[in-house]
């Protein structure tokens, strides 16, 4: 069956006949560069991405070489995409619900649309698991006062932008006592750090004492709302009114992992993240995990990295499989 390149929008009432060599779930920096190098191993490939990346939250990409250090993740996002579908690879908008493992396949359920949602079965004989992670943000009342600034000044990440934050008047929103470690580091940027608890969890007498010792600021009062404006954050206004002045601020909240679809498979984990090993192989033989949901570091240049690792192996494995030349591309089971 021919799948539209960027969606697929017909009810699907007949059994999809094609077996991918690989299934990619998510196109973010990870899943469309497994998926460029997949096509380009003469691969067939379906992404499967149900949209709003990580890295599309990402105002600018400040680390990656080459690219200008203002460069916005959804330009990546972009780019990454038109030159995965230049290559041929199928592309299919969707959620995947579940995934199965048949044996020699994998029968992969995926949602199509939202209003009226569809189901359909694809089924490959590799999967990546490229769902990636979202960031928990603070709860306040509105949360629209949360997103004006998530990304902007309001960081979530301190290894992509430790570098934007020094010497500045920063805040730390934790949700946990260790939560609030992530100050200690900030402290190489900048001295001036006030910690916030939003009046959600206790920190114990230790955690008081070194940070006194270290000059950090800690409030424990809920928080009414974040103030600025043009997304960027200048401070908070708290539950009694006072206001502390802020020039940028760092959420250390933990994230939810996008692999509730491979729950039915007994795969190794680390907190919430896939182990694997160096090629990117989860304990599966034929699934793999790259970017932010394995474990490792959470960047655009280790998971483009990670992608292209994954996409070689199945290559190197299928490759000594099959034993001859593919060309012309085989699609069909
Ligand atoms: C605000 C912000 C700033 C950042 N700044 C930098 C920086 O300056 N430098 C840097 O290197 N990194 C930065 N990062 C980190 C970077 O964005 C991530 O490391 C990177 O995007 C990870 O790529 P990924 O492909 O693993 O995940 P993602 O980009 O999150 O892609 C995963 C995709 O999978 C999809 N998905 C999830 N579940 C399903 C499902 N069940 N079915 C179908 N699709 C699914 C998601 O919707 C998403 O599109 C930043 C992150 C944020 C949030």
Not at 80 to 103: C, F, M, P, R, S
Not at 193 to 219: M, P
Request: with cysteine; glycine share 10%; net charge negative.
């Amino acid at each position: 069956m021919q799948l539209s390149k960027q969606t697929l929008n017909q009810p699907l009432n007949q059994p999809i006949e094609q077996v991918y060599d690989v299934l990619v779930i998510g196109g973010g920096a990870a899943g469309l560069s497994a998926g460029i190098y997949l096509q380009r191993y003469l691969l067939s490939t379906l992404i499967v991405d149900k949209g709003k990346a990580r890295s599309h939250w990402m105002q600018e990409l400040h680390n990656y070489l080459g690219l200008p250090p203002n460069t916005p993740g959804q330009d990546v996002l972009k780019q990454g995409k038109a030159h995965y579908l230049a290559l041929e690879g199928d592309y299919l908008n969707g959620y995947v619900q579940t995934v199965i493992d048949e044996g020699e396949t994998f029968a992969v359920h995926v949602q199509i649309g939202r209003k009226s949602p569809t189901e359909a079965v694809f089924r490959s004989r590799y999967l990546i698991a490229a769902s990636g992670i979202i960031d928990h943000l603070p709860k306040l009342d509105d949360m629209q006062n949360v997103f004006d600034y998530a990304g902007h000044n309001l960081h979530v990440c301190l290894i992509c932008d430790g570098y934007e934050m020094r010497d500045k008047r920063a805040g730390v929103f934790g949700s946990s006592e260790s939560s609030l470690e992530v100050a200690f580091s900030l402290g190489w940027f900048t001295p001036n750090i006030t910690l916030f608890t939003n009046g959600e969890f206790d920190v114990g007498q230790e955690l008081r004492d070194r940070l006194t010792q270290k000059g950090y600021r800690l409030v424990e009062q809920p928080i009414k709302k974040f103030l600025g404006e043009n997304h960027q954050m200048t401070g908070v206004q708290l539950s009694d009114g006072s206001v502390v002045e802020l020039d940028t601020g760092l959420v250390s909240m933990g994230s939810k992992y996008h692999a509730d679809y491979l729950k039915g498979i007994d795969l190794e984990y680390k907190g919430g993240n896939l182990v694997t090993d160096p090629m990117n192989r989860t304990s599966h033989p034929r699934i793999f995990a790259v970017g932010d949901l394995k474990l490792g570091m959470n960047q655009v240049v280790i998971a483009a990295a990670d992608g292209a690792l994954a996409a070689t192996q199945i290559w190197r494995d299928i490759r000594r499989a099959e034993g001859t030349r593919r060309s012309p591309l085989i699609t069909a089971a």
